[in-house]
């Protein structure tokens, strides 16, 4: 048998797609480093402090159907580890919280006649038996809704969930958004029972990215932090050279590139021109999300979806999953999401000014809500968060093999039949790696040593 050619490696970006990556690229033989332009890896799941209490920047839940990230944390042994609790969800509208975590409560729920309920709960029911979504690429996500629930539903329910979620650019999205968004959910549910389990590792990813850290770092696997990468050129000898600033500069065979598609466009200058649009203009959705540290829970729910028109995209109680005593040193923990374009200005507002506006909201909102209980607030932002599914976007994503030879752009905008979560990061990564790096890789490899060989 031929032995598997060994060769030197660059991820670039350390968040769960590149530290993925790297893992299974060592465990190919591979030699492997992997680069993050933050002092510390994680990316989007990277964790802080609130007073004493280190949590997730970002909530994140993992899912019993999760079954790619439950594997990775079996690889890890931390799979076992997973902490599985029944959740309720809330539901904001008219200025009334309600609860709707199960079927009944769900008839009971006052905004909808039973006619719009039963188009609601028929659209969904709909959305979770479809196989096809690359039809669903073609229709506007606003015209399937309109057209499966009704006008009244859309407008009560679907439209301010849409606006929510995706401010104005929920009129450039297609219909696979809300299918994939349905599924992912449906799948949540426990066919017998039909209650949402969600999950977490004690710790939360910081504890995930410290076992994946040490068992990249029993691999061999160099782990560079705040090394931003800053351009990457092709040189002669087919060896890639990597500037990552302040004068260093090193030289790969091969660069699987992670990070968002803009800026992949910026620092590869040797793609074609064609890549480079397509890079470029993949459109993203950013995000604000403010963290809230209090003394007490606001509500027994999880998510709180809000189709009142408020600052936040929805109320997210952690600590509804969490073992509060275990994790949170007895407290609660709330996140105020809002998703934002990625050139929207308030990705740049102030955390004074969007604090104030998330803390007045949530009086208005809830009456027992008092700043008194709030004992740490931070918020966090970032650009590029979710590759926007436009119409027909999978037609127009660029190439993972790049037209530079050993160059991937491997990141999560090649999500295409699933919303944005680790889980389907994963399964991505896994299947681009198999179906088109690693072939491509020892394709290369064979013409490389050929041609070595015809030299000498
Ligand atoms: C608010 C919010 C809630 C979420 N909730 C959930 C949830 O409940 N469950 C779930 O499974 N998922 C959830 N997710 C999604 C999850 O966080 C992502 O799917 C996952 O973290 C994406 O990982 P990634 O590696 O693809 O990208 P990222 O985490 O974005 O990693 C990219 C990395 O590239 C680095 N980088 C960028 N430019 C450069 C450069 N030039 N040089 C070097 N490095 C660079 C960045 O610093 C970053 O670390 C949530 C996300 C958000 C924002």
């Not at 918020?379 to 530079?404: E, F, H, I, N, Q």
């Not at 160059?407 to 999560?412: F, H, I």
Request: include cysteine.
């Amino acid at each position: 048998m031929t032995p598997t050619p060994k060769s030197r490696w660059l991820v670039v970006g350390g968040g769960m797609m590149g530290l993925t990556l790297a893992h299974r690229l060592a465990a190919r033989g591979q030699q492997v480093t992997v680069c993050d332009a933050a002092p510390r890896f994680g990316g989007l799941t990277s964790a802080w402090n609130l007073n004493d209490v280190v949590w997730d920047r970002f909530y994140h839940v993992t899912l019993m159907s999760d079954t790619h990230l439950r594997e990775l944390l079996a690889d890890i042994d931390l799979e076992r580890e997973l902490r599985w609790v029944e959740t309720k969800t809330g539901f904001y509208s008219g200025g009334q919280l309600y609860s709707m975590s199960n079927t009944m409560e769900f008839l009971r729920f006052p905004p909808l006649n039973l006619i719009e309920k039963l188009r609601l709960g028929g659209t969904i029911f709909l959305a979770s038996k479809i196989k096809n979504w690359k039809r669903l690429e073609q229709i506007p996500v606003a015209t399937w809704l309109q057209r499966w629930s009704g006008k009244g539903t859309f407008q009560k329910i679907w439209l301010p969930l849409l606006r929510a979620k995706l401010g104005e650019t929920y009129k450039q999205t297609s219909a696979a958004f809300i299918w994939a968004h349905i599924s992912r959910m449906y799948k949540a549910r426990r066919s017998g029972m039909k209650v949402e389990m969600f999950g977490y590792v004690p710790g939360g990813y910081a504890r995930i990215l410290e076992r994946i850290s040490e068992v990249l770092q029993q691999q061999d696997v160099r782990m560079l932090a705040s090394h931003s990468v800053r351009s990457i050129r092709k040189l002669e000898d087919q060896q890639l050279e990597v500037d990552f600033g302040s004068g260093r500069v090193e030289t790969f065979d091969n660069v699987v590139l992670t990070i968002p598609s803009p800026v992949i466009a910026e620092v590869c200058a040797d793609l074609r021109p064609h890549e480079s649009q397509r890079l470029t203009n993949t459109q993203y959705m950013g995000v604000v999300c403010t963290s809230l540290l209090m003394k007490k829970p606001l509500s027994p729910y999880y998510v709180t979806n809000i189709t009142d028109d408020v600052p936040m995209t929805a109320v997210i109680e952690m600590s509804a999953i969490v073992d509060s005593e275990q994790e949170l040193g007895g407290n609660a923990l709330l996140y105020l999401p809002k998703y934002l374009p990625q050139d929207d200005p308030g990705l740049q507002e102030s955390d004074e000014d969007i604090e104030e506006r998330f803390l007045s909201t949530l009086e208005r909102m809830y009456p027992q809500f008092s700043r008194e209980d709030v004992l740490a607030i931070r918020t966090a932002r970032a650009k590029y968060v979710m590759a926007l599914p436009t119409l027909g976007y999978s037609d127009r994503l660029a190439p993972v093999v790049t037209s530079v030879p050993g160059l991937y752009a491997l990141n999560a905008a090649h999500i295409v039949k699933g919303n944005l979560n680790v889980n389907e990061t994963i399964e991505l990564g896994d299947e681009k790696l198999e179906g088109e790096v690693w072939p491509d890789f020892l394709k290369r490899a064979g013409a490389v040593s050929a041609a070595v060989l015809s030299v000498v």
